[in-house]
């Protein structure tokens, strides 16, 4: 396979919120099981990918900015090969994603979708939202800020305010779910898949974890969370993925957030074989 040149394209920092390090360390690992597959990997940056000096029709990457993503979309369009796809990368952000999620059935929680400037306090209250999310709906979480927990409706509008002033146009309310918070990993169509209490084992990046708190060790079904998070990936369109749920009291699961290409800080040595092969499928069904 000596004839099969990949470009890597590494996470711009701005990007790796307290995770640049846990995000390089996977890329490169990826990159190091395709070499030993006989693949030749020359690793990029995104402002090389910007500048034009990608030439390689596969692209591995973990991009993030925005025009990375426009490239990786007109790449694709011209006939390139794009793990994870620049379509599939902009499916994760906020709002598209809750609305793709929402539409397909995917057990996720009661959302409102809104632009910073309106008044949701009677929105909030008519729809029984007490505790609940604020997330930036147009793109990915840069900030801790990007993501925040209010207790009421008159918390809720301040923190909107904040997003308007900071100029994020809109936003997505996801109402708190009580339960325990698992954190999960998995590479779509292979075996495999990962998942923990993210603040039993102090795994945070932004502190959010100490919201539900110590896990109770709440009893679900494991083939049903991972047959969620695949089908997630499906309509996401995205390979490599992770993410975080919430198990109920009653067993019930729900995604609250779906990331493309995450750290897999806890898993890194057993995932990055099997996305390594995945690559590999793909590119023999690319060729075809």
């Known amino acids: 396979m000596a004839e099969i040149k990949i470009a890597g394209i590494m996470r711009a920092g701005a990007y ?8 390089a360390a996977i890329f490169n690992l990826v990159a190091d099981h ?8 020359t690793i990029y940056s995104e402002d090389q990918f910007i500048a034009g000096d990608v030439s390689e029709d596969i692209i591995l990457n973990m991009c993030r900015e925005q025009r990375s993503i426009h490239l990786l979309q007109q790449r694709e369009e011209q006939g390139a090969l794009v793990i994870n796809s620049g379509f599939g990368i902009e499916n994760c952000t906020r709002e598209r994603m809750t ?19 309106e008044g949701v306090k009677e929105a909030l209250q008519k729809a029984g ?16 800020e990007d993501v925040s927990y209010v207790r009421h409706p008159e918390e809720a ?3 909107l305010q904040e997003y308007f002033l900071r100029g994020i146009k809109r936003a997505v309310i996801n109402r708190h779910l009580e339960g325990d918070l698992i954190k999960f990993y998995g590479v779509r169509g292979t075996t495999f898949f990962f998942w923990f209490y993210p603040f039993d084992q102090g795994h945070s990046k932004y502190g959010h974890e100490a919201i539900n708190g110590k896990s109770q060790g709440l009893p679900f079904d494991l ?8 089908s997630a990936a499906d309509v996401l369109d995205v ?12 067993g019930d699961i729900r995604i609250i957030d779906f990331n493309d290409w995450p750290s897999f800080a806890p898993c890194r040595n057993e995932a990055a074989p099997h996305i390594a092969k995945a690559v590999i499928s793909a590119i023999k069904e690319w060729k075809k």
């Open 16 to 23: 790796s919120p307290n995770h640049i390090g846990n995000d």
């Open 223 to 230: 083939e049903h969370l991972k047959s969620i998070c695949a």
């Open 129 to 144: 939202f007490t505790g609940c999310w604020i997330k930036r709906g147009d793109f990915h979480a840069m900030h801790k």
């Open 34 to 41: 395709l070499r030993k597959r006989g693949c030749e990997v």
């Open 239 to 250: 390979v490599v993925y992770g993410g975080d749920c919430i198990v109920s009291t009653t």
């Open 157 to 159: 509008q301040e923190v």
């Open 99 to 117: 609305r793709i999620l929402l539409g397909s059935n995917i057990p996720y929680p009661e959302s409102l979708m809104v632009n910073t400037d």
